[in-house]
């Protein structure tokens, strides 16, 4: 089983920049959709951005134009670049396999506060 260990959140002012990194213990190469997640408190978890094996790019209306989502296959790294960070992008977030893929065990997650 692949292990994901999530890292790079912390406290941002609104309109802020983070980049988050996530690294997987495993090979990512055959994985056609990798994903970011995120779950604030009182919430479900849901899917912010993914991205195919071919580069493709998906993203929730929330963070589309602010969010960027990119994958190293080679290093098995998969990244999130969050601009324009608003109040409402503080959560805990994760990464892990989208689409019809299986998930994998979910890492610790890395939290992200968006306030002045």
């Known amino acids: 089983q692949v292990q994901l260990v999530e890292s790079g959140g912390g406290l941002v002012q609104p309109g802020g920049s983070l980049r988050l990194s996530c690294a997987a213990s495993?090979?990512?190469?055959?994985?056609?959709?990798m994903g970011w997640y995120r779950q604030a408190p009182g919430k479900q978890r849901e899917l912010v951005a993914a991205?195919?094996?071919?580069?493709?790019?998906n993203y929730a209306d929330s963070v589309k134009g602010r969010f960027t989502i990119s994958r190293d296959n080679a290093k098995n790294m998969v990244y999130l670049q969050m601009n324009s960070l608003k109040p409402e992008d503080t959560a805990v977030y994760y990464c892990?396999?989208?689409?019809?893929?299986?998930?994998?065990?979910w890492g610790q997650g890395t939290q992200v506060t968006v306030s002045s």
């Open positions: 892990n396999t989208a689409g019809l893929q299986s998930r994998w065990n």
């Open positions: 495993g090979s990512i190469f055959s994985i056609n959709r």
């Open positions: 991205i195919t094996s071919g580069g493709s790019t």
